[in-house]
Structure formats: structure tokens, C-alpha cells
């Protein structure tokens, strides 16, 4: 699978390197530098990257804030900035714009990794799933039986029913299969959304699992195997609606 493209529009230099060495250690690509708008659009029409990371201050021409929204106009892509103003005029600005994420400079690895891996997840969410996705369409999105989960970098095949079950845990989830567990930048709600599989069930604010695993259920619990996993009240009638029994 191909790496997430990321095209940096930064007009410090020094910044725009830490930027490109930061991604590049997480496993993503840098398609492009630029350190204004008029270049940026340029780039972003011939390189088509999955996300664009955005200065607010770029100096002379239009601003981070002015290209973010021709970018809305014209390239459906997700962009965070990148900004060391975080004032109320600022935000004023930028919040119309619905931006994917807002890192704070000076900013670390983590926050990059986070807010990148955040942003991606929520668009991801928001596209069309009856759209034919192109080339350039990196995205999560479901192939018949199978889902390819972001991992590092790069997109991994998972068979649906291979996942049996799910653990949230703040902004992510941990799917769990026979032979490994994947960690995801996402909200419980959008990986149920995700899967549209008949067969998995929430069961709890905190899990979903796959209702042809339970062994057995108890008193505010399922057993998966040996495995016990709560069932929370307000879920628990439609799950044994789900359930056959004598």
C-alpha cells in the first residue's frame, strides 16, 4: 500500500524541514513544500495529496486561512494548520472553515501523529461511501468482506470477520482478531458505521462485538471464550434481540 501524501505549505524553511523529517519518521510522504498560496494551489491540482498541512502566516499573497478556502472551493482535501497563534481572532477565522485539525507550534511528534491520524478518520467518515473511490482516494473504505485499516503509514487488509471485537477507549479503538490487535484513531460509532456488518453488535459505550463469538451471556456480561466483556443497559435489549434462545 501506498504511504499518505502530505503536502506542507510553511514559509519558514527550517519549519517546513522539521515538518518533512517528522512525517517522513512516521511513515508518510511529503509530496511537496511550498511557502505560499499561489504555489500551493499549483501543487495540490498536480499532486493531489491526501492532506495538506497549513500555515496560517504565509507572508506576502493570501493566507493559510485564504487558501483553506479555496481549497474547500476547489479540492475536497482535509487540511489542519499549523499556526503559533491560537488568539481569538485567529480561531474566529479558522472555525468556519471546519479545518481537520490545528496544531499549536512549537509542536512534537505526538501532536503530529495525532492530529494527522484524527484528521484522516474524520474525513474518511465524511466521504461518500457509494463513491467510486479514484487513485488519489487513500481513504478507509470497505471492499466486500475485508477493511483496510491505517497502520503506520500505509493501509492494511482485514477480514471483517476476523474482528471479534472492538474496545474504545477515548479517541481510539482497538480491534482484536486471532492473531493481532490494531489500534485506530477513531470513535466506536464510526468503526460500527465502518464494518456495516450484520453481524457485529454494540454491546457497551466502551465495546462491539461480533455476536457469533459470544459463548455465553450472563448477568450484565458476554463471554467470548474465557473472556468477559460488560454489557451496558441501555444495549443489552438489543442485543438478545439478536440472540436466539429457548
Known amino acids: 500500500m501506498n504511504a499518505v501524501r502530505v503536502l506542507i505549505v ?29 504555489d500551493a494551489m499549483a501543487e495540490l491540482a498536480a499532486q493531489k495529496p491526501d492532506l495538506l498541512l497549513l500555515d496560517i502566516n504565509l507572508g506576502e499573497g493570501a493566507d493559510g486561512v485564504q487558501l483553506a478556502e479555496k481549497v474547500k472551493a476547489k479540492h475536497p482535501t482535509p487540511f489542519i494548520f499549523v ?37 484522516l478518520a474524520r474525513y474518511a467518515n465524511n466521504v461518500d461511501a457509494t463513491a467510486a473511490p479514484d487513485e488519489h482516494q487513500r481513504h478507509d473504505f470497505v471492499i466486500t468482506d475485508s477493511i483496510f485499516i491505517r497502520e503506520k503509514g500505509k493501509l492494511v487488509k482485514v477480514a471483517i470477520d476476523d474482528i471479534h471485537y472492538a474496545e474504545a477507549d477515548d479517541n481510539y479503538v482497538t480491534l482484536f482478531t486471532p492473531a493481532r490487535k490494531y489500534v ?6 464510526a468503526v460500527e458505521d465502518k464494518l ?18 459470544i459463548t455465553a451471556v450472563e448477568e450484565g456480561y458476554v463471554r467470548i471464550g474465557t473472556l468477559s466483556l460488560p454489557v451496558g443497559k441501555t444495549h443489552r435489549e438489543a442485543l438478545m434481540a439478536r440472540i436466539r434462545t429457548l
Request: aromatic share 4%.
Open 196 to 213: 456495516k456488518s450484520p453481524h457485529h453488535q454494540r454491546i457497551h459505550r466502551s465495546y462491539l462485538v461480533d455476536t457469533r463469538r
Open 83 to 119: 499556526t503559533s497563534h491560537s488568539d481569538a481572532t485567529t480561531l474566529a477565522r479558522v472555525k468556519p472553515l471546519q479545518p481537520a485539525g490545528f496544531i499549536i507550534k512549537p509542536f512534537d511528534e505526538n501532536d503530529l501523529r495525532t492530529q494527522i491520524e484524527l484528521a
Open 10 to 38: 510553511e514559509d519558514e524553511p527550517l519549519i517546513a524541514e522539521d515538518l518533512r523529517a517528522h512525517l517522513e519518521e512516521l511513515g508518510y510522504q511529503v509530496c511537496g513544500t511550498c511557502d505560499n498560496a499561489l
Open 184 to 189: 485506530i484513531t477513531s470513535t466506536l460509532g
